[in-house]
C-alpha cells in the first residue's frame, strides 16, 4: 500500500507580519474632526501582548498602509485558536492630503449701546443692533506639542483665517478698549496619540479662534 503524501497547512509562520482579513478595513472621515481608520488583522503568535506592541507601535503612522497622516491610537486582542489571534486595529488622524481641517462660524448677535453716531442719523442717546460674530477652528495632527503658556494673537502655519467684518462700534463716543484685539486663539485642545509626552508622541490639536473687534459698546 503506498504511503499517503504529506499534508502542508500554507499560512503565516509564528510572529510573522500580520495579514488584513478579507473587508477588515472601515474608514470613518469628518468634515470637521479627525477621520478614523479601523483595520481587523490575524496574526500568529506566542506572545499577543508583545506582538501588538511590535506590529502596531502607539503612535506609529500608517505610512505603509498608505495613509501617512493616520497613527495608531488603540488595539484590541481577540484570541480565536492556538496562537491565534485577531487584532481590531484603530488609526486616528487625517486621511486626505490636506494638513488642516478648517470649520468657520460667522453669526449674528445683538448688543445694545449708549451715544453712538448712526450714519445718516447722527448722534442718538441709545441704541440696539446686530454685530457679527466670527470664529475659526482647526483640526491638525502634530509631532510636536503646542505651545500652552501664551495667548496667540496671529494665527501660525495651521491655516488660513477668513476675513474679518469692519467693526460697527467705531462710532461710539465711549467705547471699551480691546487688548489684545484682532484674530485671539481662545481655545486649546490636545490629545496625545500614545499618552506619553516624549520624542515620539503624536498629537490630534484642535484651537479655536475668534475675532475680538477693537472697540466695543460699553
Known amino acids: 500500500m503506498p ?4 499534508v502542508h497547512i500554507f499560512g503565516p509562520t509564528i510572529e510573522a507580519a500580520p495579514v ?10 469628518s468634515e470637521t474632526g479627525f477621520d478614523k481608520l479601523s483595520l481587523k488583522m490575524w496574526g500568529f503568535t506566542a506572545n499577543p501582548t508583545s506582538y501588538a506592541n511590535t506590529q502596531f507601535p502607539a503612535g506609529g503612522a500608517g505610512t505603509s498602509l498608505g495613509y501617512s497622516n493616520m497613527f495608531c491610537s488603540n488595539v484590541g486582542i481577540n484570541q480565536v485558536g492556538n496562537q491565534t489571534y485577531t487584532f481590531d486595529v484603530e488609526y486616528v488622524g487625517l486621511i486626505g492630503s490636506q494638513a488642516v481641517k478648517r470649520t468657520i462660524s460667522s453669526k449674528s448677535q445683538s ?7 448712526i450714519p445718516g ?3 442718538v442717546p441709545q441704541a440696539q443692533g446686530q454685530y457679527i460674530n466670527l470664529s475659526c477652528a482647526f483640526n491638525y495632527v502634530s509631532l510636536t506639542m503646542p505651545a500652552t503658556n501664551a495667548v496667540p494673537v496671529a494665527p501660525g502655519g495651521n491655516g488660513n483665517l477668513p476675513a474679518f467684518p469692519s467693526n460697527p462700534f467705531s462710532s461710539i463716543t465711549t467705547p471699551i478698549y480691546n487688548y489684545p484685539s484682532g484674530w485671539i486663539r481662545e481655545g486649546l485642545d490636545v490629545d496625545m496619540v500614545n499618552g506619553a509626552d516624549r520624542a515620539t ?3 490630534l490639536v484642535k484651537e479655536s479662534w475668534v475675532y475680538v473687534y477693537p472697540v466695543m459698546p460699553g
Do not use: N, Q
Not at 488584513?20 to 472621515?29: A, I, Q
Not at 448688543?111 to 453716531?117: E, K, L, N, P
Open 3 to 6: 504511503t499517503p503524501a504529506s
Open 20 to 29: 488584513l482579513l478579507d473587508g477588515g478595513k472601515t474608514f470613518s472621515r
Open 111 to 117: 448688543y445694545t449701546t449708549g451715544s453712538i453716531d
Open 121 to 123: 442719523t447722527g448722534v
Open 201 to 203: 508622541s503624536v498629537f
